[in-house]
């Protein structure tokens, strides 16, 4: 993920884990994600007749710093020594909720919308750094920030989640020091980096198992697991069943295609 991401909820509710945090939110309340973090979810409180509905926006960090330089020293603080999390939930004033009804309005309109559209994305980013989440969203502006140093941490471990690391080289690479590393680490992500790449590593080894069913060692030496039964066990405590079972029943469970 290279920006913010906004979801705000208009009809139904969704819950949201990330490690040990668990995140709610439902109609007139909104969250914001600062960092590509390994979530579980799921929509409640909906049904056919009343289905869940929202609306969802990515905003560039870019786009964050040119509000803050905009705004003056007073709106903009400088970078702050320890990092928000990288998850939170908030009840959405009426100012955003009318900002986000407008762009959505602009829909039906094409003609209006290469005009206005920006407009109303810059408003809604106003609305976010003078909330109740300002200080996570301002930290994603600020180059210099501790949100955007763990990030770039974050960024590693998905794109070489097979491969081994040592913390110190990953608290390098966020110039930080190994200790505000990982309490920094901890706070955006509710995870230590460890617990964070053994996530990805078992997510992306169910989705691999979907499309192989049949290679499951394979596929845990490819996700990063030199033991065949490591790699079982921690599936069976990520997902609460064997690798074997829990493609099956994916498999039984998926629709029929016509």
């Known amino acids: 993920m290279s920006g ?3 979801a705000v909820i208009a009809q139904g509710a969704k819950r949201l884990a990330v490690g040990e945090r668990v995140h709610e939110y439902r109609a007139g309340q909104y969250l914001v994600a600062s960092v ?6 799921h929509f409640f409180e909906a049904t056919p007749e009343q289905p869940a509905l929202g609306f969802g926006l990515v905003l560039e960090p870019a786009a964050v710093a040119e509000l803050l330089l905009q705004a003056g020293p007073d709106d903009a603080p400088g970078a702050e020594s320890e990092a928000p999390a ?11 909720l009318d900002a986000v009804i407008r762009l959505l309005r602009l829909l039906d309109h094409p003609r209006d919308r290469a005009v206005l559209a920006p407009l109303a994305k810059r408003e809604i980013l106003w609305r976010l750094l003078t909330g109740e989440q300002g200080r996570m969203v301002r930290q994603l502006g600020l180059a210099d920030s501790s949100l955007r140093h763990v990030a770039r941490s974050v960024q590693w471990i998905r794109e ?21 590393f990982y309490r920094n680490f901890q706070a955006v992500t509710a995870m230590s980096p460890i617990q964070f790449q053994k996530q990805i590593r078992l997510q992306q ?51 029929a295609l016509p």
Not at 86 to 94: F, L
Not at 229 to 254: K, N, V
């Open 160 to 180: 070489h989640y097979a491969q081994p690391f040592r913390v110190e080289d990953l608290a390098r690479l966020a110039d930080m020091s190994e200790s505000a």
């Open 86 to 96: 990288g998850i939170a939930v908030s009840d959405a004033s009426p100012e955003l």
């Open 36 to 41: 590509d973090l390994p979530v579980t979810g």
């Open 4 to 6: 913010l991401i906004l």
């Open 205 to 255: 080894a169910r989705l691999l198992l979907a499309a192989h069913p049949h290679d499951i060692t394979r596929v845990g030496h490819q996700v990063g697991y030199d033991s065949a039964s490591q790699f079982s066990r921690e599936y069976r405590r990520q997902f609460g069943t064997s690798p074997s079972r829990d493609i099956a029943r994916l498999h039984t469970s998926a629709p």
